[in-house]
């Protein structure tokens, strides 16, 4: 779990560093005190410590491992989302073998869980049912209300017919 901790942490501020920040810079924008931050930095180690534990255990379960086509998935992949044509080959000079490694066993490990999902959608059955509860018991009301609705009527109606017979007598 202290390792998650201390990669995480590291792999945040170099990224940071990347594009030109300082660790000062990072503290100073997060609007933490180095505590805050180191705390929340740990909080979410802790929760990549647990899905990096997962992942690999998958992926060693399945017999998933970082090929060369998995690489060259994940440089099309990049490829696509940059703009820039890449290859498996400067990704690694760009992020490091460890790094590029372990998003393409992720990248198939999604792909494999993804397979095994299958989507049931019956909340939707719920809500049309409770809609159809809802639209018989508004047609109801409204169909009641129509009725007494029609009844006043039909009693003004019989109403005005009398008086009006009366002044014709």
């Known amino acids: 779990m202290e390792y998650a901790k201390a990669y995480l942490l590291d792999a ?9 920040l300082s660790v000062a810079d ?8 180095v ?19 997962l992942m690999r255990k998958l992926a060693a379960d399945q017999g998933i491992k970082a090929t060369d086509a998995l690489l060259d998935e994940l440089a099309e992949a990049e490829s696509s989302l940059t703009g820039e044509k890449t290859n498996r080959i400067k ?6 073998k460890e790094l590029v490694e372990e998003a393409a066993i992720r990248n198939a490990v999604m ?6 999902i299958t989507v049931k959608n019956e ?20 169909t ?8 006043e009527t039909s ?6 017919a009398s008086i009006e017979t009366k002044k014709a007598e």
């Open 35 to 53: 505590a805050e931050f180191k705390e929340d930095a740990y909080a979410r180690a802790e929760d990549y410590a647990k899905q990096l534990f």
């Open 144 to 151: 009641k209300a129509a009725e007494e609705e029609s009844m």
């Open 91 to 96: 990704l690694i000079e760009q992020y490091g």
């Open 12 to 20: 945040s501020l170099s990224q940071m560093k990347s594009y030109g």
């Open 26 to 33: 990072i503290v100073n924008m997060s609007g933490k005190t």
């Open 155 to 160: 009693e003004e109606d019989s109403t005005s």
């Open 111 to 116: 792909e494999y869980v993804e397979s095994q």
């Open 123 to 142: 909340e939707s059955s719920v809500i049309f049912e409770q809609d159809a509860k809802d639209s018989t018991t508004e047609n109801k009301s409204t």
